[in-house]
């Protein structure tokens, strides 16, 4: 027993930064974890010794090493309780070994995301997904401050003594509202959205916290909150620079009219504009690199994904006017649309059957460009033109492809096969890093699996908010959040620029005639 209370307290000193110890405290710790290590010839064994003995107390714990200024995290691999300190606010699957609940109340919900979960990336979801369940932000602040206020603690973790416990209560607070208020600054509190008397009390009330956690001691803590609410500036709104000289293409002959696949319109508003040079003279796009064209491209399907609200994605496939409600998303699907016409297009009207063989193994090789620098969307939307119709019965052309650039097509169909929910795209998705790469995933794939996740209800019967398509639908918006916090800094070709996004289609009756 003696050897539990010890190893309790060290627990306790370790979750504390010790810096906001005193000497004596400190003194104190040290020469706890010198007794320890004197009695085990390792820390593993005394936290096995812990970890089994630790179960009367309503959970398991175990030590990591921290940094000064952060409160460290309990490792992942540690469960919760199964059974929560009260079963009205919150509910778990007992038959199951999911560490997360299945539901509970907001208040529930937001205590055990504070007190009892080990997982950061159940607390990212929540944070990406509440505002779709209809849940204010200001609700969040307030009944993070009432876990904060609490003066008895429920979920108890460690044998040590109240003080101790209450300490590493509020720690525990502290810390999940920074990663709270770090997340609403990469959007809410910046965004031109949102009202902006909302965002004043919001900011106002934050840093009422700020203050408030200061002076019960917890500097070290809530100084990188105030600098996150100091760079947190609302955006000032800009106007976008207009084109002095419009630029008309060089087929000024052929017609201009789209049928789009899945939307209507070939205006696309959420491209940013560009200065062009004052006069273009006409040309093909074959007298550009493959690479270069496809670095375009996906300089192009960048700017555009990173425009996306992740509202949009609620109300798309629900509202009738997608061009209002959901700006971005309908503009890159008219894009997809638009570019999957124009491979056509260069192909079908590219004259005699040799010279369409070129450039369907053109269109192929930038295709594979694409994969290569993870233009994942742009892949797509030439995959899908160069499986038209109007294309596939051009036997004569596509007799005159060789071995080696069929391979090559039917190797990247077969990554963007839509077998068993994409999993070789999912697959190689996953292993990439932004670090390294600039990636434009495909958008079709959020846009399928939120269409999926929207089908169960927000509340389960019990009147509980749904927890698990929270988790669901917070993954999916955080991934669409990770793959647009991308920078892609690269010299411009204006006339190339142009050029792809003043693409100039034929409707598809046309191009089966043509062919």
């Known amino acids: 027993m003696e050897r539990m209370e010890l190893a309790g307290k060290l627990i306790f000193f370790r979750t504390c930064e010790m810096t906001t110890l005193s000497p004596s405290e400190k003194e104190n710790a040290e020469g706890l974890s010198k007794k320890l290590k004197k009695r085990h010839s390792t820390g593993e064994n005394v936290m096995k010794n812990i970890?089994?003995?630790?179960?009367?107390?309503?959970?398991?714990?175990?030590?990591?090493?921290?940094?000064?200024?952060?409160?460290?995290?309990?490792?992942?691999?540690?469960?919760?309780?199964?059974?929560p300190s009260d079963p009205g606010e919150i509910l778990f699957d007992e038959l199951s070994d999911s560490r997360s609940p299945l539901g509970g109340t907001l208040k529930g919900l937001v205590r055990w995301l504070i007190l009892e979960n080990f997982d950061v990336r159940l607390s990212d979801?929540?944070?990406?997904?509440?505002?779709?369940?209809?849940?204010?932000?200001?609700?969040?602040?307030?009944?993070?401050?009432h876990v904060f206020d609490e003066s008895a603690v429920a979920s108890t973790l460690i044998p040590t003594s109240s003080t101790h416990l209450q300490l590493w209560h509020r720690k525990r607070?502290?810390?999940?509202?920074?990663?709270?208020?770090?997340?609403?600054?990469?959007?809410?509190?910046?965004?031109?959205?949102?009202?902006?008397?909302?965002?004043?009390?919001?900011?106002?009330?934050?840093?009422?916290?700020?203050?408030?956690?200061?002076?019960?001691?917890?500097?070290?803590?809530?100084?990188?909150?105030?600098?996150?609410?100091?760079?947190?500036?609302?955006?000032?709104?800009?106007?976008?620079?207009?084109?002095?000289?419009?630029?008309?293409?060089?087929?000024?002959?052929?017609?201009?009219?789209?049928?789009?696949?899945?939307?209507?319109?070939t205006k696309l508003s959420a491209l940013p504009e560009v200065t062009h040079p004052t006069s273009m003279a006409p040309f093909r796009f074959t007298r550009f690199s493959i690479s270069k064209i496809a670095t375009h491209m996906r300089l192009i399907e960048l700017n555009m994904f990173k425009m996306i609200n992740h509202k949009e994605f609620k109300v798309f496939n629900k509202t009738d006017d997608k061009t209002k409600d959901a700006p971005a998303i309908s503009a890159m699907v008219d894009r997809f649309n638009q570019v999957s016409s124009w491979v056509a297009t260069e192909i079908v009207t590219g004259g005699t059957a040799k010279k369409q063989s070129q450039l369907i193994k053109r269109f192929?090789?930038?295709?594979?460009?694409?994969?290569?620098?993870?233009?994942?969307?742009?892949?797509?939307?030439?995959?899908?033109?160069?499986?038209?119709?109007?294309?596939?019965?051009?036997?004569?052309?596509?007799?005159?492809?060789?071995?080696k650039h069929k391979n090559v097509f039917e190797d990247l169909e077969g990554l963007m096969n839509p077998l068993k929910n994409y999993q070789r795209y999912r697959s190689e998705l996953s292993q990439l890093s932004l670090g390294k790469f600039v990636v434009v995933p495909y958008l079709g794939i959020y846009l399928r699996d939120i269409t999926f996740i929207e089908e169960n209800e927000n509340k389960l019967k019990n009147g509980f908010y749904n927890f698990e398509k929270m988790c669901l639908l917070g993954k999916v918006l955080g991934e669409v959040r990770y793959f647009q916090n991308q920078s892609n800094s690269m010299e411009e070709d204006l006339l190339l620029y142009n050029f792809l996004t003043n693409l100039v289609v034929v409707d598809s009756e046309t191009l089966y005639q043509c062919s």
């Open 51 to 83: 970890i089994s003995k630790s179960k009367d107390y309503g959970g398991t714990v175990r030590l990591k090493n921290g940094t000064n200024g952060v409160c460290p995290v309990f490792l992942s691999d540690v469960k919760p309780r199964r059974k």
């Open 125 to 145: 979801a929540f944070f990406m997904a509440y505002e779709d369940f209809g849940i204010d932000h200001l609700e969040i602040l307030e009944l993070i401050r």
């Open 173 to 265: 607070v502290v810390k999940f509202m920074y990663c709270w208020t770090k997340w609403l600054s990469k959007g809410v509190l910046n965004a031109q959205s949102d009202s902006e008397d909302e965002q004043l009390t919001l900011r106002e009330k934050l840093l009422e916290c700020v203050e408030q956690y200061s002076a019960l001691g917890f500097v070290l803590d809530v100084r990188s909150l105030k600098i996150i609410l100091d760079k947190a500036k609302p955006i000032e709104p800009t106007s976008r620079p207009t084109s002095p000289h419009k630029v008309t293409s060089h087929r000024s002959s052929v017609p201009s009219k789209m049928t789009p696949i899945t939307a209507k319109a």
């Open 364 to 403: 192929i090789g930038i295709a594979h460009e694409c994969r290569q620098i993870r233009s994942y969307n742009t892949l797509m939307e030439i995959l899908a033109g160069l499986n038209m119709s109007p294309v596939t019965r051009l036997e004569s052309a596509w007799e005159m492809v060789s071995i």
